[in-house]
Nanobody
Framework: QVQLVESGGALVQAGGSLRLSCAASRNIRSINSMAWYRQRPGKQREFVAIIISGGSTNYADSVKGRFTISRDDARNTVYLQMNSLKPEDTAVYYC?????????WGQGTQVTVSS
């Protein structure tokens, strides 16, 4: 099993930056992939970014060039650096891990971008 704890959500003005963290309860090198999803008000949860165990990354078109996913194996933590934030980025951001073909989710962290 994997426990995930997100942090870093906050209220920020449009154009600002935030860094979200997702701390895992086990060595992330043993985890197949870790990803960020978000759920905007009134919308379904959607994919934001993913980092695979080999280090490759992929992003949703809506965040490409603004968000960066990275990992710190020594801290068992994955980050989401969010720059040039827009009001439409307002959402609860969730971390997801795939471990032994099972998905594990964190509790989410709120990001609010004011215009």
């Amino acid at each position: 099993q994997v426990q995930l704890v997100e942090s870093g959500g906050a209220l920020v003005q449009a154009g600002g930056s935030l860094r979200l963290s997702c701390a895992a309860s086990r060595n992330i090198r043993s985890i197949n992939s870790m990803a960020w999803y978000r759920q905007r008000p009134g919308k379904q949860r959607e994919f934001v970014a993913i980092i695979i165990s080999g280090g490759s990354t992929n992003y949703a078109d809506s965040v490409k060039g603004r968000f960066t996913i990275s990992r710190d194996d020594a801290r068992n933590t994955v980050y989401l650096q969010m720059n040039s934030l827009k009001p439409e980025d307002t959402a609860v951001y969730y971390c997801r891990a795939i471990f032994t073909a099972e998905p594990y989710w964190g509790q989410g962290t709120q990001v609010t971008v004011s215009s």
